[in-house]
């Protein structure tokens, strides 16, 4: 059993914290006017973008054994920010770069991935009725890449293409994470040196296009025929799970001070976004990349730890709930008296 007061898991809390800490030194990163794919900060880049979402993706598919209770929070948990944040940040691009474009159906940034999680627990208890889903939802993340519609309109491209994580998740059970734990911890240090090295190469020498990891698109879209495309991506999906089997091996399950980032990742990951705006626009036009390198490793650093604290965590989710209260709920209820 993990270790854990009431339901805390820690080791998905530890294993949070490390994704949340990718995100955010992966995106400040490509952000940096010093970025090149191959330096140091594109294979970190490369890296993290092989594991970061699809491990996300499978741990919230693990938490939600309870299909209607995840269909009835759906909408506030992750629609409601998504629609609330949506103009917040159009607001913030503008002031920042002093030109900026809204659309509602084109999600900027991170916040596709709370569009995507909507959809994942809002639907979550139909797609389980559908026999051998998990399967079907392999075949799905591949042949979406088929077809142009599925792009980055309403996050449908990554939706389809990650779904088999969030469905691995929710199947997985918790004997399989122990025979997980029982794996030698050697063999899976072993694994890792020879993932890193792996990826590290594709990443000099270009064989896999960026936009590849990021499966937003179509294959067409980032330059790779169907059946190359295809390939490619069960080559990465197959990466990511030994990632996710790495990850649940070797990082601890006890209660460390990763844990406390590790319950806070989605205020890190919403607030984050604004700190890249600016490094985006005012950049770290350096001719040594390695004090690029050091800077925005410090700077991602300090903002996983300042946004992960309590106090930013129930800012964030005051604010929320009680926008929720005065434009859902309140509304809600005086048209239902009225009627």
Not at 147 to 171: E, N, V
Not at 287 to 303: E, M, P, R, Y
Request: hydrophobic content about 55%.
């Amino acid at each position: 059993m993990a270790e854990s007061i009431g339901n805390r898991n820690y080791l998905f809390d530890n294993i949070k914290a490390i994704l949340i800490f990718s995100v955010v030194l992966a995106h400040y990163f490509r952000a940096s006017t010093s970025f090149d794919m191959e330096d140091l900060e594109g294979i970190v880049y490369i890296t993290s973008f092989s594991y970061i979402m699809q491990a996300f993706f499978f741990i919230s598919g693990y938490f939600s054994g309870d299909p209607q209770k995840c269909r009835d929070n759906a909408f506030k948990t992750f629609l409601y920010p998504y629609l609330i944040l949506m103009p917040i940040m159009f607001g913030i691009r503008y002031l920042v770069f002093g030109d900026a474009h809204f659309d509602l159906t084109l999600p900027t940034m991170a916040l596709w991935y709370l569009l995507t999680l909507f959809f994942y627990r809002y639907f979550l208890i139909d797609l389980i009725k559908i026999k051998n889903i998990l399967l079907i939802s392999f075949f799905v993340s591949l042949t979406a890449g088929f077809i142009p519609f599925f792009d980055s309109t309403l996050a449908l491209g990554r939706t389809l293409a990650f779904l088999p994580f969030f469905l691995m998740g929710y199947y997985c059970k918790e004997e399989w994470i122990e025979k997980i734990r029982r794996i030698p911890k050697a063999a899976s240090m072993m694994t890792l040196a020879i993932l890193l090295f792996f990826i590290a190469a594709l990443t000099v020498l270009e064989a896999v296009p960026l936009e590849a990891f990021h499966m937003k698109n179509s294959y067409g879209a980032t330059g790779l025929g169907n059946l190359e495309g295809a390939a490619i991506r069960l080559l990465l999906s197959a990466i990511s799970l030994v990632w996710i089997i790495i990850f649940i091996n070797l990082l601890p399950r006890r209660n460390t001070f990763l844990a406390m980032i590790g319950q806070n990742t989605m205020t890190v990951y919403i607030l984050h976004i604004i700190i890249r705006y600016f490094v985006k626009a005012f950049g770290f036009p350096f001719d040594n990349s390695g004090v690029s390198f050091l800077l925005l490793a410090v700077l991602a650093v300090l903002s996983v730890w300042l946004f992960s604290r309590p106090l930013a965590a129930a800012l964030y989710h005051h604010f929320m709930d009680k926008l929720y209260r005065w434009t859902v709920v309140i509304p809600r209820t005086l048209i239902r008296q009225i009627l």
